[in-house]
C-alpha cells in the first residue's frame, strides 16, 4: 500500500548521494519552494496548519510577488507549489502563475478546490500547472462540511476535481484523519476511484496552527490510529493496481522521525510566507529574512542552505519528542508569534 511519493523518492535519492560523497554539502538554491500566496481563506477547517482567515496583513503585492519569482529564476529553482490560506483568493493568481511558467519554473497547486469552477480549471490548464491537489475530508458532504466548516463546501470541492479531470490537469485528492472522519478513509479512496484521480495521498495530523486549538476535538489515539491503518490496507486490497495510496509511515508521530526524513543535508526546501518571509519548515516556529528588502539568494545563504544545524532549530527540536509535545511549547507555529531570525 505505502509507496513513496516523488519527492519522497527524490529526497531518499538526494540522501544518498550525500552519503557516498556526490553531493555538495549545500544546494546554490532550493528545489522546491512552497509559496504561501495569501493569509485569506473561505473555509475554517478544524485541522488547518495554518490557522488561516479572512483577514490578509502586509500581504506581498503583486509587483513585490513577481519581483521574487525573478529571483527563482534567476536561482534556477525547479518548483514552486503554491498554497494559503486559500491560493486562488488572491486575485492575481493568473499573473502569478504565468510568470513563472514563463520562467520555466513547474507549479503545482494545494487548494481546497472552491475556487474552481469550469473557466477556473480551463485556466490553469491554459497556463500548465503540473498538478493540483485537492483536499477532501470526506465521502459525503455532512462529514466533509463539518471538518471543513462550510455547507457546500464537498459539491464544489469534488466538482474543482471533476473540472480538472476534463482538462487534463493531473490531480491528486488528500484526506487528513480527524476523530470526525478518519472511518470515511475508505469512502473517499473509493471516490478517489470513481473520478479516476491516479494518486490518494493521506498524512499525519499537523499540530500546528488551527489543529492546536482543536487538539482535543480532532486528535486520534492509539486505537483510532490502529483502525485508521487498518481501513487504508482494506483499501489498499480492494483498489490494488487501480491507484496509488501514499500514507505516511506508522512511525511518523515520533516527531525526530519526521524531522530525520526533512533534515537530512543538503537542505532542498524554503517556504515564503505572504507577507515576504521565509520558513525553513512547516514544523518550525521561526522566520528568516524580509523579501521585501533583501533577496532571496541572501536568505538562502545566509539561514536556509544549512538552516537544519542552526542552533535554534537544533534546540527546538531537541526539546520534543512526539508531535503532540509540539502544543505544550511556549511557541506554536502558527499560533503563537514567529520567532523572527534576522
Given at each position: 500500500m505505502e ?9 531518499g535519492?538526494i540522501?544518498?548521494?550525500?552519503k ?6 549545500y544546494?546554490?538554491?532550493?528545489v ?5 500566496l ?9 485541522h488547518c496548519?495554518?490557522?488561516?482567515n479572512q483577514?490578509s ?5 503583486t509587483?513585490?510577488a ?5 529571483q527563482?529564476?534567476k ?6 507549489y ?5 491560493a486562488?483568493?488572491r486575485?492575481d ?9 514563463q ?7 494545494i487548494?481546497n478546490?472552491t ?9 490553469l490548464a491554459?497556463l500548465?500547472v503540473?498538478?493540483v ?8 458532504p455532512?462529514?466533509?462540511?463539518k471538518v471543513?466548516?462550510l ?5 464544489k470541492?469534488?466538482?474543482a ?9 493531473r ?8 476523530r ?5 478513509v475508505?469512502?473517499v ?35 483510532e ?19 496509488t ?37 512547516l514544523?518550525?516556529?521561526?522566520t ?7 533577496k532571496?539568494?541572501?536568505?538562502w545563504?545566509h539561514?536556509?542552505r544549512?538552516?537544519w544545524?542552526?542552533?535554534e532549530v537544533i ?7 512526539m508531535?503532540?509535545?509540539l ?8 499560533v503563537?508569534e ?5
Amino acid at each position: 500500500m505505502e509507496r513513496a511519493s516523488f519527492l519522497t523518492q527524490y529526497q531518499g535519492r538526494i540522501n544518498r548521494l550525500y552519503k557516498d560523497g556526490l553531493l555538495p554539502k549545500y544546494f546554490k538554491a532550493p528545489v522546491f519552494t512552497l509559496w504561501e500566496l495569501t493569509d485569506r481563506c473561505n473555509l475554517s477547517c478544524v485541522h488547518c496548519y495554518y490557522n488561516s482567515n479572512q483577514k490578509s496583513e502586509n500581504e506581498l503585492t503583486t509587483k513585490e510577488a513577481l519581483n521574487i519569482i525573478e529571483q527563482l529564476a534567476k536561482m534556477k529553482v525547479f518548483e514552486v507549489y503554491l498554497t494559503g490560506g486559500e491560493a486562488l483568493l488572491r486575485e492575481d493568481w493568473p499573473v502569478l502563475i504565468e510568470r513563472l511558467r514563463q520562467k520555466k519554473i513547474q507549479v503545482g497547486l494545494i487548494t481546497n478546490g472552491t475556487q474552481i469552477d469550469r473557466n477556473a480549471a480551463g485556466k490553469l490548464a491554459d497556463l500548465k500547472v503540473k498538478w493540483v491537489q485537492i483536499s477532501i475530508d470526506g465521502a459525503s458532504p455532512g462529514v466533509h462540511d463539518k471538518v471543513r466548516g462550510l455547507s457546500g463546501s464537498w459539491e464544489k470541492s469534488v466538482a474543482a476535481i471533476r473540472y480538472l479531470k476534463q482538462n487534463n490537469i493531473r490531480t491528486h485528492l488528500s484526506f487528513v484523519p480527524t476523530r470526525i472522519n478518519f472511518r470515511d478513509v475508505k469512502g473517499v479512496i473509493g471516490l478517489c476511484v470513481e473520478m479516476g484521480l491516479e494518486y490518494f495521498v493521506t498524512d499525519m495530523l499537523v499540530l500546528t496552527g488551527r489543529a492546536v486549538k482543536n487538539f482535543e476535538q480532532i486528535k486520534l489515539g492509539p486505537e483510532e490510529y490502529v483502525e485508521f491503518y487498518a481501513l487504508l490496507d482494506e483499501a489498499a486490497k480492494i483498489y490494488t493496481d487501480k491507484l496509488t495510496i501514499i500514507a505516511p509511515s506508522r512511525e511518523k508521530e515520533t516527531l525526530k522521525t519526521y524531522v530525520k526524513t526533512r533534515s537530512a543535508p543538503p537542505n532542498i526546501w524554503c517556504i515564503i510566507t505572504p507577507q515576504g518571509a521565509c520558513r525553513l519548515d512547516l514544523l518550525l516556529p521561526f522566520t528568516y529574512g524580509d523579501l521585501k528588502s533583501q533577496k532571496l539568494e541572501y536568505i538562502w545563504n545566509h539561514f536556509l542552505r544549512e538552516g537544519w544545524h542552526r542552533p535554534e532549530v537544533i534546540e527546538f527540536i531537541n526539546s520534543l519528542n512526539m508531535m503532540s509535545d509540539l502544543i505544550k511549547h511556549k511557541t506554536v507555529p502558527y499560533v503563537s508569534e514567529n520567532i523572527h531570525c534576522q
